[in-house]
């Protein structure tokens, strides 16, 4: 077990509705990233939180946004969603400081979303 | 960008065997982390080795050890003495030490290993 917990597990939804996934990130970390896995592929980088503001984004358009909390909470958010947004969503957490002194990323177990 | 090859997408191993699982890597960056992560189908992704790129010596953990060839951009993963336990789908990821980077992870597609009883 890593500390980082998401929520739901599993998560069923119809096309065009919005979804709001959630991350507990590890006591005392202070960053969390959120990566969108596709079946049998890798993840792919979303987006990244770090002291509540978004300070790092992939190639994702803007129906997908998030917020991170004064206690480094996060949730992820996507509108309109399309079926190819079906895929396992993990979120990672970490404490970042200045130069080399970045921890490991811990991750969650994911949210398997479905979108029908 | 960064990107990460994994050209083997399903491996089996004898229980107690060795096998080795490759990755390639293409960056411009010379300073960087390569890592080798499990994800077993509890889909918890574990961090299994790392390397920091300016560190010459492999990295070494347990049964776990590495080949990184920085001038080639590769680095593969062995895992010796195979165990049941193993089994699980393997990801090579690349990670900048760029502090605008933060924690973005780059993944190849991953290595799906079945250990044989």
């Known amino acids: 077990e890593t500390g980082v917990t998401q929520s739901p597990t599993h998560l069923i939804k119809t096309r065009g509705q919005q979804v709001t996934l959630r991350c507990s990130s590890q006591?005392?970390?202070?960053?969390v990233s959120w990566y969108q896995q596709a079946l049998g592929q890798g993840p792919q980088f979303i987006f990244q939180?770090?002291?509540?503001?978004?300070?790092g984004r992939g190639n994702f358009p803007p129906r997908f946004s998030g917020l991170q909390f004064p206690n480094y909470s996060s949730e992820l958010n996507v509108n309109a969603l399309e079926l190819d947004d079906s895929a396992l969503y993990l979120c990672?957490?970490?404490?970042?400081?200045?130069?080399?002194?970045?921890?490991?990323?811990?991750f969650g177990q994911g949210t398997r979303l479905t979108v029908v | 960008a960064q990107t990460v090859t994994q050209s083997q997408p399903e491996m089996s191993v004898q229980e107690a065997e060795t096998v080795t699982l490759s990755c390639t890597y293409d960056?411009?960056?010379?300073?960087?982390?390569l890592f080798w992560y499990k994800q077993p189908p509890s889909r918890q992704m574990i961090l299994v080795i790392r390397?920091?790129?300016?560190?010459?010596q492999n990295a070494t953990e347990n049964r776990f050890s590495v080949n990184f060839q920085k001038a080639a951009k590769s680095f593969s993963l062995k895992i010796s003495d195979s165990q049941l336990g193993d089994a699980a789908m393997y990801f090579c990821?690349?990670?900048?030490?760029?502090?605008?980077?933060?924690?973005?992870?780059?993944f190849g597609t991953g290595t799906s290993l079945t250990v044989i009883p």
């Open positions: 990672a957490s970490s404490l970042s400081v200045t130069g080399r002194g970045r921890t490991e990323a811990f």
């Open positions: 006591s005392g970390h202070n960053t």
């Open positions: 939180y770090y002291r509540e503001e978004e300070n």
């Open positions: 960056t411009s960056e010379s300073d960087y982390y």
């Open positions: 390397q920091e790129a300016y560190k010459q």
């Open positions: 990821a690349y990670r900048s030490v760029a502090a605008n980077t933060g924690n973005q992870f780059y």
